[in-house]
């Protein structure tokens, strides 16, 4: 059986190859798996029947989970591969140089971009390139204008509470709301960590994360395993989860549930998971950008929707938009605006 090899001297080659190779780089993480259609593979890499996409996906992307499902929308997951890459990289005489980004400009020139719905969230390659090197390429292209739902998961869930019935205080709740940067700095220095680690911390305690030291724990895992930590924000967290736990006290009484049977066969309600809250939430963050996303087709912005969030190559007005959801959905946000140069 012949092995198949590249013809790196034919432009036709070279072109398919490094829109793979931005694919993997930019779409694939090498520890964290993402799932991704096939059709949508094809769009860098070519139909997989062909020799070179074959080539290209032996080299270049990593089937951590072959399992999926044309019903529910589940697809395969994936890693990229470094060793593959820096294969590729030395065929297209790049060295250690990433290949400039170029595959998503016609997507970008338009307008026009085919997002996946996963977990009731648009996903995109773009959205999983990191901050220094997406920021400045939207630029480029004009995206320049960043909107943010302000604690977008706690002002969310907590008004959803209340819809509910709640009618408990929740003064940190709602200090958080208000002041979040204040507080996850004041979290930051007391921990010694950084911002983006606390502020994900946080939004997992929403969610139902648990703070243990069980390594297979989401905060664990973020802390790096580091038990004094995870001590110090058990402390620092108290009050905080003491409130999160009377907002879903009264949101898990409208969630669907199922029984189980336990050891002794008695029949029980199953534990809401951290799973069961984030869909919650993510129900929530899709109803609230289903009706930004509205509003800025109507006033004809083009945009890149960014889970709660969106960038955009015109200035947005706030306030307007800030009504129009509120009108649409009845929940009260509050959006930060920044420009991004190129």
């Known amino acids: 059986m012949t092995t198949y090899t590249p013809n790196f001297t034919d432009p036709r080659v070279v072109k ?23 059709r949508y593979i094809d769009k860098f890499f070519g139909q997989q029947q062909l020799p070179l996409s074959q080539w290209l996906r032996n080299q270049l992307l990593i089937c951590v989970d072959p399992h999926w499902n044309m019903e529910t929308g589940r697809c395969k997951t994936y890693v990229n591969n470094p060793k593959g890459i820096a294969h590729v990289r030395s065929c297209l005489k790049l060295g250690s140089c990433d290949a400039a980004i170029t595959i998503f400009d016609q997507e970008l020139e338009s307008g026009q971009f085919e997002y996946t719905e996963q977990a009731d969230r648009l996903w995109h390659p773009l959205q999983r390139l ?14 320049v204008y960043e909107y943010d739902i302000k604690a977008c998961a706690p002002t969310l869930l907590l008004q959803y509470a209340q819809r509910l019935g709640m009618i408990k205080s929740t003064p940190i709740i709602d200090q958080y709301c208000q002041d979040r940067t204040q507080i996850r700095q004041q979290i930051s220095d007391q921990l010694g960590i950084d911002i983006k680690t606390t502020k994900k911390i946080i939004t997992a305690l929403f969610a139902g994360a648990t703070l243990s030291h069980n390594p297979k724990t989401a905060i664990y895992q973020m802390l790096n395993g580091n038990h004094q930590h995870i001590d110090q924000v058990r402390l620092i967290t108290q009050e905080l989860r003491k409130e999160i736990k009377c907002l879903w006290d009264v949101i898990k009484l409208h969630i669907p549930r199922t029984y189980i049977f336990d050891n002794r066969s008695q029949r029980r309600l199953r534990a809401l998971t951290s799973r069961d809250k984030w869909n919650v939430y993510f129900q929530l963050e899709k109803e609230v950008m289903t009706s930004v996303r509205t509003y800025l087709k109507r006033t004809s912005v083009r945009y890149f929707n960014e889970h709660d969030g969106f960038r955009s190559q015109d200035i947005v007005d706030v306030v307007m938009l800030v009504s129009y959801v509120r009108s649409r959905t009845g929940y009260l946000i509050d959006i930060d605006q920044s420009i991004c140069s190129s």
């Open 16 to 38: 398919r190859t490094r829109q793979a190779l931005q694919f993997a780089l930019t779409a694939l993480d090498r520890t964290q798996p993402h799932s991704w259609s096939t």
């Open 130 to 143: 990191p901050n220094q090197i997406r920021k400045p390429y939207m630029a480029h292209h004009g995206y």
